[in-house]
C-alpha cells in the first residue's frame, strides 16, 4: 500500500513543474514587495539531487545524515553563490498550500522573502520538495 501511494504521489508531482511552484513563489514575492526570482538550470539540478537523496535514503534535514549543509550541494553543481537557501516540504503536491505553509515558518518565509535572493531551482522526488535560492 505505501509503494503505491508513493508511485501515485510520485505521478502527481511531476504535474507541479519547477515553473508552477516558480510562479506561485514569485506571486507571494510580489505580494510582499520582493523581487521576482528567476528558474536557474543548476539550482534545479541541485534542488532535486537533495529531494532524491533525501528520499532515497530516508532522513529530512538541510544537511546530509553525514553533516554536509545543503549549500555545498548547490557549490557541487557548478552554481557559486554569494548566498543561498533553502527551503524543503513533504507530502504536499499543491504549490499554493507549499508556499501557504512555508509562509507559516518563520525560517522559511525569510527564505522565501529574502530579497538578495536573484536565482530559484525547484526540485522533487517522492513526496518530497526541494527549492534552492543563490545570487551569483
Request: overall charge positive.
Amino acid at each position: 500500500m505505501n509503494k503505491l501511494f508513493t508511485y501515485i504521489f510520485s505521478i502527481y508531482l511531476t504535474i507541479v513543474t519547477p515553473s508552477i511552484l516558480t510562479t506561485e513563489i514569485n506571486q507571494y514575492r510580489k505580494d510582499n514587495g520582493v523581487s521576482q526570482v528567476t528558474e536557474n538550470s543548476l539550482l534545479n539540478i541541485s534542488a532535486t539531487k537533495k529531494a532524491c537523496d533525501m528520499y532515497k535514503r530516508g532522513y529530512w534535514s538541510h544537511d546530509t545524515p553525514e553533516g554536509t549543509p545543503f549549500f555545498i550541494l548547490i557549490k557541487k553543481v557548478g552554481y557559486w553563490y554569494r548566498i543561498a537557501g533553502e527551503n524543503i516540504i513533504r507530502n504536499n503536491t499543491d504549490p499554493k498550500i507549499m508556499v501557504e505553509k512555508w509562509s507559516k515558518s518563520p525560517t522559511h518565509n525569510k527564505v522565501m522573502l529574502d530579497g538578495r535572493y536573484t536565482d530559484i531551482g525547484v526540485g522533487y522526488c517522492g513526496n518530497i520538495v526541494v527549492t534552492h535560492y543563490g545570487d551569483l
